[in-house]
């Protein structure tokens, strides 16, 4: 089935940096786009990146500049380089289809404070 793992959370201070990394199973990776969502407290989740099966990459307005989405379809893997972050990147992240599968991960936690 499909499935989506995500890892490279934490904890960082405002201006600092993450990657995070989701391995992907259960389907031919390269035949899709692929994003980033995340969730913070209290709010939906949202889009903020996404990467074509061509490696076109769009960004929500809040990230751009900032964070950087990348795929290896040869390791399954889809990436998020994340720059001079700041609280109010505080979220949960996941990973999935653009447009999204049903089948979400667990996501990994990503927490901005001083």
């Known amino acids: 089935q499909v499935k989506f793992v995500e890892s490279g959370g934490g904890l960082v201070q405002p201006g600092g940096s993450l990657s995070l990394s989701c391995s992907t199973s259960?389907?031919?990776?390269?035949?899709?786009?692929m994003a980033w969502y995340r969730q913070a407290p209290g709010k939906q989740r949202e889009w903020i990146a996404n990467?074509?099966?061509?490696?076109?990459?769009l960004y929500t307005a809040s990230v751009k500049g900032r964070f950087t989405i990348s795929r290896d379809d040869s390791k399954n893997t889809v990436y998020l380089q994340m720059n001079n972050l700041q609280p109010e990147d505080t979220a949960v992240y996941y990973c999935?289809?653009?447009?999204?599968?049903?089948?979400w991960g667990q996501g990994t936690q990503v927490t901005v404070s001083s």
């Open positions: 259960g389907f031919v990776l390269s035949n899709y786009a």
């Open positions: 999935n289809r653009r447009p999204p599968s049903d089948s």
């Open positions: 990467v074509g099966a061509s490696g076109a990459t």
